[in-house]
T-cell receptor, first 115, second 114 residues
Framework: AQSVTQLDSQVPVFEEAPVELRCNYS??????LFWYVQYPNQGLQLLLK??????LVKGINGFEAEFNKSQTSFHLRKPSVHISDTAEYFC?????????????FGGGTRVLVKP | ETGVTQSPTHLIKTRGQQVTLRCSSQ?????VSWYQQALGQGPQFIFQ???????GRGNFPPRFSGLQFPNYSSELNVNALELDDSALYLC?????????????FGAGTRLSVL
């Protein structure tokens, strides 16, 4: 079984400041890693994914994440946030090459960007 | 826009009733997964359908059931609704190829059980 822990439930940040959202996972098998964003009253949008290769992954809207296998972490970063980045962010994992991969999500981190 | 559409967007039911939620998958996708997102929590996997058969199920009781149709659209049915079933129900479609199974989500159906 897999589990995902997002260490911060809320992160307030000023506009144009950097932000880091922390994600740790637990799994007995290799996993794919994802970050999704959910804007108010909307579904989930894929920000970025780690499937294999370079451990630094770049996604949409200027976000990037780094996979650290030894620390079982997949932290999300953005060097300068905008008001429009106010949303909830979810880290998720799924088993590699398993038919019927389900996504296991963390509890989410709510980012509030202040002017 | 992911191309995954869900209907209805909002629904109000009373305890004990039954509900059907619908999902149209993105063009070219053959797999549909359903998730329940309670207020303030991350989504929880309900089940997945591939080639019209259930292909994995989370920790949900049998009163949660589903269907997938030949055009890969899907339904989620919940019988004997309980107050705790109030949540956002998300559908995600994917193409099972090379095991990557990247899932693309619809906007969800918000169900309120009174």
């Amino acid at each position: 079984a897999q589990s995902v822990t997002q260490l911060d439930s809320q992160v307030p940040v000023f506009e144009e400041a950097p932000v880091e959202l922390r994600c740790n996972y637990s799994s007995s098998v290799s996993v794919y890693l994802f970050w999704y964003v959910q804007y108010p009253n909307q579904g989930l949008q894929l920000l970025l994914k780690y499937l294999s290769g370079s451990t630094l992954v770049k996604g949409i809207n200027g976000f990037e994440a780094e996979f650290n296998k030894s620390q079982t972490s997949f932290h999300l970063r953005k060097p300068s946030v905008h008001i429009s980045d106010t949303a909830e962010y979810f880290c998720a994992v799924s088993r590699i090459k398993a038919a019927g991969n389900k996504l296991t999500f963390g509890g989410g981190t709510r980012v509030l960007v202040k002017p | 826009e992911t191309g995954v559409t869900q209907s209805p967007t909002h629904l109000i039911k009373t305890r004990g009733q039954q509900v059907t939620l619908r999902c149209s998958s993105q063009s070219g996708h053959n797999t549909v997964s359903w998730y329940q997102q309670a207020l303030g929590q991350g989504p929880q996997f309900i089940f997945q359908y591939y080639r019209e058969e259930e292909n994995g199920r989370g920790n949900f009781p049998p009163r949660f059931s589903g269907l997938q149709f030949p055009n890969y659209s899907s339904e989620l049915n919940v019988n004997a609704l309980e107050l705790d079933d109030s949540a956002l129900y998300l559908c995600a479609s994917s193409l099972v190829a090379s095991g990557e199974n990247i899932q693309y989500f619809g906007a969800g159906t918000r169900l309120s059980v009174l």
